[in-house]
């Protein structure tokens, strides 16, 4: 569609242009609407009354201690104003129905406009309890139900593009921001066991000195949308008028940005048990791909942001720590050897759904969370003196 058309062609030189063959590019001067001549160059700007993002946080909380239990109830909250947001701004619904990308400004392509236009609230209550053991430990653990709300997910530094359908439709977009946990449960606890037989020197040494901690983390999964990645691929009859659209096609508000929502029922699921992912369903889709229907051409269909959740993480994590005395080294002489447990339970915490129609790995979930593993065992040493 561009006036300076591709060479296509295959590198054969490690030095620039890597033994590609460049098309020319004509010096013509600007033209009438401020772009080079001959060429739709990707720009970007930022407002000129660009504000500073504010921020108040807010928290009230009480604590008891009830026979020995500390006991705490706390809220927490947070406002944002003046987010910082960009997207392409040189697009409009229909663009491409007549068969070409103009755009608003057919001189550009891409024009990405930084603007103030993202506001996100943060609410939770925190409840905790922490209990000590004397000198011989502590166990601590928190729950809190949180929520968080924005109207715009940014890429890097809040300024990527294509990840909202319209952006003259930016605030009708307010969901669940896509780092929003609903439940979260933290606890955690070290115990240090005392000397049984301690005036017997083999068993000072053999049963002292041992204890035990843990960590336990679990949480609900976060959100994401269903959404259709791929580009505007109609049906046409012999007059030209579009018809409907081919299997798989996407962009169908037809604004040339491959990033759009299609129609969802009314009874989808939010969210699978994990049970759809594991076992013999293990890299089956979960979602029905033909319950999904495109909208009408130049329209954004019905997915709502953010609606639906990924499988939530559990993680149980302990050590064993035997410390042995070695009084020749002074006062703190002291060997420790430390079992970890990482992942103890061995648990398989799922990574994210594809949310994509348009990709064949649509409703699957195709590895484990980034941040967890397989059961892991590390064993170590350390002297101190």
Do not use: C
Request: hydrophobic share 35%.
């Amino acid at each position: 569609l561009l006036p300076i058309k591709p060479i296509f062609g295959i590198g054969n030189s490690d030095t620039y242009p890597y033994g590609f063959t460049l098309p020319a590019v004509p010096s013509t001067g600007l033209d009438q609407r401020g772009g080079l001549a001959g060429i739709q160059t990707s720009v970007g700007g930022i407002d000129p009354g660009l504000k500073a993002p504010r921020t108040m946080n807010y928290l009230i909380g009480a604590e008891r201690e009830v026979g020995g239990t500390v006991l705490g109830l706390n809220y927490s909250g947070s406002y944002s104003v003046n987010g910082i947001v960009g997207t392409d701004h040189n697009r409009f619904a229909g663009d491409l129905i007549d068969g070409r990308f103009d755009r608003l400004n057919p001189s550009f392509g891409a024009m990405t406009y930084i603007i103030n236009s993202n506001t996100i609230n943060y609410n939770a209550m925190i409840a905790s309890a922490r209990r000590r053991f004397g000198n011989r430990g502590v166990v601590q653990a928190s729950y809190t139900l949180g929520s968080t709300k924005d109207y715009y997910q940014g890429g890097s530094r809040s300024t990527g593009s294509g990840n909202i359908p319209d952006p003259s439709r930016l605030r009708d977009f307010q969901a669940k921001s896509a780092f929003d946990v609903r439940h979260r449960l933290s606890a955690s606890g070290v115990y240090r066991f005392g000397t049984p037989f301690k005036e017997n020197l083999i068993a000072k040494h053999v049963l002292g000195g041992w204890e035990i901690g843990s960590t336990v983390i679990a949480q609900t999964g976060t959100p994401y949308w269903i959404t259709n990645n791929a580009g505007f691929n109609p049906i046409r009859d012999a007059a030209g008028n579009i018809t409907g659209f081919r299997p798989l096609s996407g962009d169908y508000n037809a604004d040339g940005v491959n990033f759009d929502l299609p129609n969802v029922p009314a009874n989808f699921p939010s969210k699978f048990d994990r049970s759809n992912f594991l076992g013999s369903n293990a890299g089956r889709a979960a979602y029905d791909v033909n319950a999904i229907t495109a909208p009408a051409v130049g329209g954004i269909g019905n997915s709502p942001r953010n609606a639906f959740r990924q499988q939530g993480v559990l993680a149980v994590d302990g050590s064993v720590i035997k410390n042995n005395r070695l009084p020749m080294l002074g006062e703190t002489g002291n060997l420790q050897l430390k079992f970890e447990f990482f992942n103890a339970i061995n648990r398989v915490n799922l990574g994210g759904i594809n949310g994509n129609v348009a990709d064949p790995n649509f409703g699957r979930i195709l590895g484990q969370n980034g941040n967890s593993g397989p059961r892991t065992v590390q064993i170590g040493a350390r002297i101190a003196f």
